[in-house]
């Protein structure tokens, strides 16, 4: 799972939640990572990572069928806190937001904070 994966694993997992990830309250209550595609080996990595299986959604033609991995409750508040630190400001909120309104938490949204970035145009 996420906790013990190497670094190079979370930050590829934080990427593709930035981008193809939802961080939201299941059912109003429990705290949930979801990520959706039609591309099956890349779902299926994301779901190594999180722990979980990989699900499919069957769809008419002339709609691909997608796959999608997702984690809740205290799993997805342990991916969340996490991918924190990775995320970019909209995700990082959203994801203090659903942490500040999880069952069986302090109830506060956790501080945000990012690793320091290079300046822009800075050689890497």
């Known amino acids: 799972m996420i906790e013990r994966a190497p670094r190079d694993d979370v930050m590829w997992l934080a990427g593709l939640l930035e981008g193809e990830g939802t961080f939201d309250l299941h059912r109003g209550r429990y705290p949930r990572v979801r990520v959706e595609m039609v591309d099956r080996d890349v779902i299926g990595r994301a779901a190594t990572l999180l722990g979980t299986s990989v699900r499919v959604t069957l769809k008419r033609k002339p709609f691909k069928s997608t796959w999608h991995a997702e ?20 995700r990082s909120a959203r994801i203090a937001e659903v942490l500040g309104h999880a069952p069986n938490t302090d109830k506060s949204a956790p501080a945000i904070s990012r690793p320091p970035g290079l300046p822009m145009g800075a050689p890497t």
């Open 71 to 90: 984690v809740s409750g205290t799993r997805a508040e342990a991916v969340m806190r996490a991918l924190l630190p990775h995320m970019g400001a909209r």
